[in-house]
């Protein structure tokens, strides 16, 4: 016998139970978003490498270490998305779409890092993001961290997270800053790790980052960067923080979050759970307001963020904050196959003529009472039996599953109006 195929470590299978998790998410940001008057955007699995290489910068460790990148048929190079936020800038620019226009655009889809497997972070991973670009002011800033904090409250989460603020300030008072950072740990050089050592002169910022419990006593002793924001940032902070105040969206100032991406400046937030582990960031984003310029397109502010679908369906899984993946209303039992042909039909008129009802039919044959198993394994609220009596006279058995409730024989003709009227009860 073959050996059997598995699949890549890191990619994983989502399994029925775990879909309806993900769907749940998915189409309540999809909601959430629309209310708010974000359009959709579909973008490419696969770029340019350069288009990462230029925007995530070279010393970071998706660059260096992360991406899936490969010579396509022509030599050229090519990457597996790692993030959403440089293919969405590309797009909106080669598309025309920021020729004096603001934008509010969303997107969801897979994105590909290799990095170690654990819980909460695998190497194809699902994302929800929203871009906007166009609007330089705090306000937009205030509607995506709101924005956020509704669909948590739409998910049953918003006592599971808790929000993250911090400003990154321009990049003449990040370069500032920078000098700073590298002459404080360049003083405590003995005591950085490897990956910080690596960091000190290309990206000190990430030093701010690190998980390691070594390095925590130093980093808290380093420069705060809130105190040396210059006053167009502190200003835009500021407003910031009244605007949330208003709504409010209590949140935590927090000093020590930075952005591993070089393009982030200025607002940078965070959705934490203490609920996962280790992997405890639901969602993230900030300002970008160089990277469209960077990438050949006019200056123009943008804003966004991106959110972990599997992170967010591990939360909701261990809050138990959604109900099961919605079960059939009815399961059509077929006593002898020779009514397979009727069965199928029937159940084809009843989504007819009921909108919205789940209607399973058994096939593959079987007992009348394993049948019947399966219909109650289904979850269904009322099996349909269709057996050689019910097909000659041109009726049908409506047995309910989930109450203790005597079965009615219905004519097929009156069987949807009547069917819609126990669903609806």
């Known amino acids: 016998m073959p050996q059997a195929i598995q699949a890549i470590r890191g990619m994983n299978d989502i399994l029925p139970e775990q879909a309806a998790y993900f769907r749940f998410v998915e189409d309540s940001a999809r909601a959430v978003l629309g209310g708010y008057g974000y359009s959709e955007i579909r973008l490419p699995v696969v770029e340019k490498t350069e288009l990462f290489a230029r925007t995530l910068g070279?010393?970071?460790?998706?660059?260096?270490?992360?991406?899936?990148?490969?010579?396509?048929?022509?030599?050229?190079?090519?990457?597996?998305?790692p993030e959403g936020?440089?293919?969405?800038?590309?797009?909106?620019?080669?598309?025309?779409?920021?020729?004096?226009?603001?934008?509010?655009?969303?997107?969801?889809?897979?994105?590909?890092?290799h990095e170690r497997p654990q819980q909460g972070r695998y190497r194809q991973f699902q994302q929800i993001g929203a871009e906007t670009f166009?609007?330089?002011?705090?306000?937009?800033?205030?509607?995506?961290?709101?924005?956020?904090?509704?669909?948590?409250?739409?998910?049953?989460?918003?006592?599971?997270?808790?929000?993250h603020l911090n400003s990154l300030g321009t990049q003449q008072a990040?370069?500032?800053?920078?000098?700073?950072?590298?002459?404080?740990?360049?003083?405590?050089?003995?005591?950085?790790?490897?990956?910080?050592?690596?960091?000190?002169?290309?990206?000190?910022?990430?030093?701010?980052?690190?998980?390691?419990?070594?390095?925590?006593?130093?980093?808290?002793?380093?420069?705060?960067?809130?105190?040396?924001l210059d006053d167009e940032s502190r200003q835009h902070f500021a407003a910031l923080r009244a605007?949330?105040?208003?709504?409010?969206?209590?949140?935590v100032v927090n000093p020590r979050l930075v952005r591993g991406l070089d393009y982030y400046g200025k607002t940078v937030f965070?959705?934490?759970?203490?609920?996962?582990?280790?992997?405890?960031t639901v969602c993230a984003g900030g300002r970008y307001d160089v990277l469209v310029e960077e990438l050949g397109g006019r200056a123009t502010p943008a804003a966004g963020f991106a959110m972990g679908v599997e992170r967010l369906a591990a939360l909701l899984a261990e809050s138990g904050a959604m109900p099961p993946a919605?079960?059939?209303h009815l399961y059509v039992v077929i006593q002898d196959e020779r009514f397979a042909q009727q069965g199928l039909l029937l159940a084809e008129a009843l989504r007819n003529d009921i909108p919205g009802v789940r209607v399973q039919v058994n096939c593959g044959g079987g007992s009348f009472k394993s049948q019947l198993k399966r219909a109650d394994k289904s979850g269904a609220r009322y099996a349909i039996l269709l057996g050689e009596d019910e097909v000659a006279r041109g009726e049908a058995t409506i047995k309910p599953l989930r109450e203790d409730q005597p079965q009615q024989i219905v004519a097929q003709a009156a069987l949807a109006g009547h069917l819609k009227n126990l669903i609806e009860e």
């Not at 990148?69 to 998305?81: E, K, M």
């Not at 690190?210 to 105190?227: C, D, H, V, W, Y």
């Not at 965070?270 to 405890?280: C, F, M, N, P, S």
Request: hydrophobic share 40%; net charge negative; with cysteine.
């Open 270 to 280: 965070e959705w934490v759970t203490d609920r996962l582990g280790a992997q405890g």
């Open 134 to 163: 166009g609007m330089a002011g705090p306000d937009i800033d205030a509607e995506l961290i709101l924005l956020t904090a509704r669909l948590w409250r739409v998910l049953g989460l918003q006592d599971s997270v808790v929000l």
């Open 174 to 228: 990040r370069n500032a800053y920078r000098a700073h950072l590298v002459e404080y740990f360049s003083a405590h050089a003995d005591r950085l790790d490897e990956d910080s050592r690596r960091r000190l002169h290309a990206n000190p910022l990430r030093i701010l980052d690190s998980k390691n419990p070594a390095m925590q006593t130093l980093i808290e002793g380093a420069p705060r960067f809130l105190e040396m």
């Open 326 to 328: 919605p079960a059939p």
């Open 58 to 81: 070279e010393v970071t460790d998706i660059v260096e270490k992360e991406m899936y990148t490969f010579l396509d048929r022509n030599g050229d190079s090519l990457t597996l998305r």
């Open 85 to 113: 936020t440089a293919g969405c800038a590309r797009a909106a620019i080669e598309n025309g779409l920021l020729h004096n226009q603001a934008q509010r655009l969303w997107y969801q889809g897979p994105m590909f890092r």
């Open 243 to 251: 605007l949330l105040d208003a709504a409010g969206l209590r949140y």
